[in-house]
Antibody
Framework: DVQILDSGGGLVQPGGSLRLSCGDS????????MNWVRQAPGKGLEWVSL????????YYADSVKGRFTISRDNSKNTLYLQMNSLRVEDTAVYFC????????????????WGQGTLVTVSS | EIVLTQSPGTLSLSPGQGATLSCRAS???????LAWYQQKPGQAPRLLIY???IRRTGIPDRFSGSGSGTDFTLTISRLEPEDFAVYYC?????????FGQGTKLDIK
């Protein structure tokens, strides 16, 4: 079974930084696009960012562009999210999720998810 | 920008009944790129349906998806106690995933 483990969440003050990690036990990590999706307390799901499998091309939601950076280390089967200039409204559970790549810039549905890690931004 | 609107916001039903959940897009979508997820409290979302109507391996056949263009539907034919959860639709394909706001299915 695919095992995905999110970590790195915690309490941080507004304006602070935090780095999330996501480890994947699968043998095909480098062939998948990886995503971060967040969920504010009691709210719905919001896609945050995607990084492609091999080329490392990145995409961001407007709400985090310029503040968050997604990256991956395929040799370690690990995904990262560097979050800077954090705001109260960034408080959420952050999930990493895998997406197969169809080719020609087209990505599949998010099929395997981590259990999530809670980020709380508060003074 | 595409917006997905789910209805109703909350659906109260009893086990054994059927449920119909709607997802309406602000512009026409390729049905290839519409998925449905189930989320229970404290858990990650679980993929149920992709390509609007293709059931993921291991998902019970009481779950079915349909629709095209701007109107998509998730139908649960006979509700089991474990089906009471929040359901989200998702538009994918391009690297800008878009979720609906969710429908909460709770026990009447």
């Amino acid at each position: 079974d695919v095992q995905i483990l999110d970590s790195g969440g915690g309490l941080v003050q507004p304006g602070g930084s935090l780095r999330l990690s996501c480890g994947d036990s699968g043998i095909t990590f480098s062939t998948y696009a990886m995503n971060w999706v967040r969920q504010a307390p009691g709210k719905g799901l919001e896609w945050v960012s995607l990084i492609s499998g091999s080329s490392g091309k990145t995409y961001y939601a407007d709400s985090v562009k310029g503040r968050f950076t997604i990256s991956r280390d395929n040799s370690k089967n690990t995904l990262y999210l560097q979050m800077n200039s954090l705001r109260v409204e960034d408080t959420a559970v952050y999930f990493c999720a895998k997406a197969p790549y169809y080719g020609s810039g087209t990505y599949a549905a998010l099929d395997f998810w981590g259990q999530g890690t809670l980020v709380t931004v508060s003074s | 920008e595409i917006v997905l609107t789910q209805s109703p916001g909350t659906l109260s039903l009893s086990p054994g009944q059927g449920a119909t959940l709607s997802c309406r897009a602000s512009q026409s979508l390729s049905s290839t790129y519409l998925a449905w997820y189930q989320q229970k409290p404290g858990q990650a979302p679980r993929l149920l349906i992709y390509g609007a109507s293709i059931r993921r391996t291991g998902i019970p056949d009481r779950f079915s998806g349909s629709g095209s263009g701007t109107d998509f539907t998730l139908t649960i034919s006979r509700l089991e106690p474990e089906d009471f959860a929040v359901y989200y639709c998702l538009h994918y394909g391009s690297p800008q995933y878009i979720f609906g706001q969710g429908t909460k299915l709770d026990i009447k």
